[in-house]
C-alpha cells in the first residue's frame, strides 16, 4: 500500500509516459507535474521513484543525475485503477448517504405539515 504522495508520483509518471513503453523523463518535468498540494523537489522526486522502481511499479532502463527512462508496470497500473475505482466507489456512497438524509428531512416536512393541516 502506497501513501498518498508516493500515489500521486505514481499518477504523474502514469501520466507523463501515457501508453508508451519506455519513456525519457527529466526530474524537473516530475516535479512540474507533480500536484503542487505536496511541494516536493526534486531530491524527494528522485527518492519516490527509486521507491517505486524497488517495489516493481516502475521499470527504468536508464536513469542519470536528471532524467529517467520510465514506464509503468502492470502492477504500478493495476494499482492506480483500483485506487481510482476505491475512491469513486466512497464517492458514491457518501452521494447516496447525502441524497438519503436529505430526503428523510423532507419527507419528515412534508409529513409535519400535512399532519398540521389535516388535523
Aim: net charge positive; with cysteine; charged share 30%.
Amino acid at each position: 500500500m502506497l501513501d498518498k504522495k508516493t500515489f500521486a508520483m505514481l499518477e504523474t509518471i502514469i501520466n507523463l509516459c501515457g501508453d508508451s513503453s519506455h519513456k525519457i523523463i527529466e526530474v524537473d518535468d516530475i516535479v512540474k507535474a507533480f500536484p503542487k498540494k505536496f511541494k516536493i523537489d526534486a531530491q524527494v522526486a528522485k527518492i519516490l521513484v527509486n521507491y517505486l522502481i524497488e517495489r516493481d511499479y516502475l521499470e527504468c532502463k536508464y536513469k542519470d543525475e536528471n532524467s529517467f527512462s520510465l514506464m509503468p508496470l502492470p502492477k504500478g497500473r493495476l494499482y492506480s485503477e483500483k485506487e481510482r475505482e476505491e475512491k469513486r466507489q466512497k464517492r458514491s456512497y457518501i452521494y447516496v448517504a447525502l441524497f438519503a438524509i436529505i430526503g428523510s428531512v423532507i419527507g419528515g416536512f412534508i409529513g409535519t405539515v400535512l399532519a398540521n393541516l389535516l388535523f
